[in-house]
């Protein structure tokens, strides 16, 4: 292979086959459960960076289904996000995501900077019962439930939640293991079809892990919860800070 040929053709690894294909990356019936949840303000404190700024004791816990996505194919995921602002916007904070696929952990690493870990999240529906979790191997970390599609909600309300800015940390090591990249990045969810949104009564556990550390954000309320399914596209993303150079 030619130097030129690595040049026209990388965009992702390995070189010759690529973990997943270049986008868009559309996303067909997704279906949220989302858990707000009041935590201690002291351990939001520790692990949302700056210039990200807290503002309140909240956390989005998210569990999300996606049977049918181009490229990513057929995954669940779950994780938590931290509402916050940044320069005077409100959006979420991508704190962390727990899923069962190798092209979505791949490509949202790669290009967002998702923190993105493998795990056996699951995601269905038990007689009247929302019912979530996520397994770490063989230990329970997280279980989520909800009634099933006791109240709807507003349409306009809820698509308006789902165009608010996300953001993460990119971060991609050096040869040497340093940090080559270290980035705040921004994205949007676009092209969005809501098609329904509920909610119901919701609990939410969390439970120790050494490396799944989702209850290091302890639950000490849970305030709502929200079940939707959509079509959306998952933008692209921007920096929008260098922490290497800003």
Known sequence: MKIEDVRRTAYSMPLTSPSYPKGPYRFFNRE???ITYRTDPAALQKVVPEPLKVTSDIVKYEFIRMPDSTGFGDYTETGQVIP???EGRKGGF??????DDEAPIAGGRELWGFPKKLAKP???VESDTLVAKLNYGSVLCACGT???KYEALDHDATLASLKAPNWMIKIIPHVDGTARICELVEYYLEDITLQEAWTGPAALGLYP???CDVAKLPVLEVVSAVH???NLTLGMGKVIYDYLKD
Do not use: D, N, P
């Not at 991508?94 to 899923?99: A, E, K, P």
């Open 94 to 99: 991508v704190h962390s995501m727990y899923l």
């Open 84 to 86: 916050v602002e940044f």
């Open 228 to 230: 939707l399914k959509a």
């Open 122 to 124: 699951s995601f269905h």
């Open 32 to 34: 949220y459960f989302i």
């Open 209 to 211: 892990h050494a490396i």
């Open 146 to 148: 909800m009634g099933y």
